[in-house]
Each structure stands twice: as structure tokens, then as C-alpha cells.
């Protein structure tokens, strides 16, 4: 069974940082690249990283570009390191993959910015 499961989120204030961990599990984690999206409040899903599953290639949205980072390591995890956070970065993060055939979504976790 798939499972994706993300941590580390929480309440942060404007310019402070914050690191999601998203840990894999039920499939060949280095055959896939791995994305995070994002959900903020009364709007739609939102594209924010993606790095391919060797690691070598990451491309962020220009939202974030500069301030996160991407990274993957041998234990299964997908790492979001995010730096200088927004009021605007408020969000349900998402980790996620897609197959040929399927999508695969993990359960979230907030994030909020806010003094």
C-alpha cells in the first residue's frame, strides 16, 4: 500500500523558516520524481516543487523560487526546507506522485504564517 505522510508543519511567524519531511512508503521511491502542492484557504491546489527521483533536476514555482528547497534522500524522505515564509505561503502542504496510471496524495499538513 502507497502511503505518503508529511510532517512538520505548524505556526510560523513572517520571515522565519520551516522544514517538511514527507515520508514514503509501498513503492519504489527512486523510480519517481516527488512534488509538493499546496491548498491555501478558499483556493485551489497550487504546484510548488518538484525534484526527479535521482535528485539531480528541481524546478520550484516563481512564488517560492529562491526561498525553498527540494531535496530527497536514500530513507524515503522528501524534504521541503522553507525559508523567509509569507503570510501568502499559508497553506496545506501536500507530498505527491503520479505513475502512468495513478496519482498519489499525502494527507497535508498546514502551515501558517502569521505574527
Known amino acids: 500500500e502507497v502511503q505518503l505522510v508529511e510532517s512538520g508543519g505548524g505556526l510560523v511567524q513572517p520571515g522565519g523558516s520551516l522544514r517538511l519531511s514527507c515520508a514514503a512508503s509501498?513503492?519504489?521511491?527512486?523510480?519517481?520524481?516527488m512534488s509538493w502542492v499546496r491548498q491555501a484557504p478558499g483556493k485551489g491546489l497550487e504546484w510548488v516543487s518538484h525534484?526527479?527521483?535521482?535528485?539531480?533536476?528541481t524546478k520550484y514555482a516563481d512564488s517560492v523560487k529562491g526561498r525553498f528547497t527540494i531535496s530527497r534522500d536514500s530513507a524515503k524522505n522528501t524534504v521541503l526546507q522553507m525559508n523567509s515564509l509569507k503570510p501568502e505561503d499559508t497553506a496545506v502542504y501536500y507530498c505527491?506522485?503520479?505513475?502512468?496510471?495513478?496519482?498519489?496524495w499525502g494527507q497535508g499538513t498546514q502551515v501558517t504564517v502569521s505574527s
Open positions: 525534484i526527479i527521483n535521482s535528485g539531480g533536476n
Open positions: 505527491n506522485y503520479r505513475t502512468y496510471a495513478n496519482e498519489f
Open positions: 509501498g513503492f519504489t521511491f527512486s523510480t519517481y520524481g
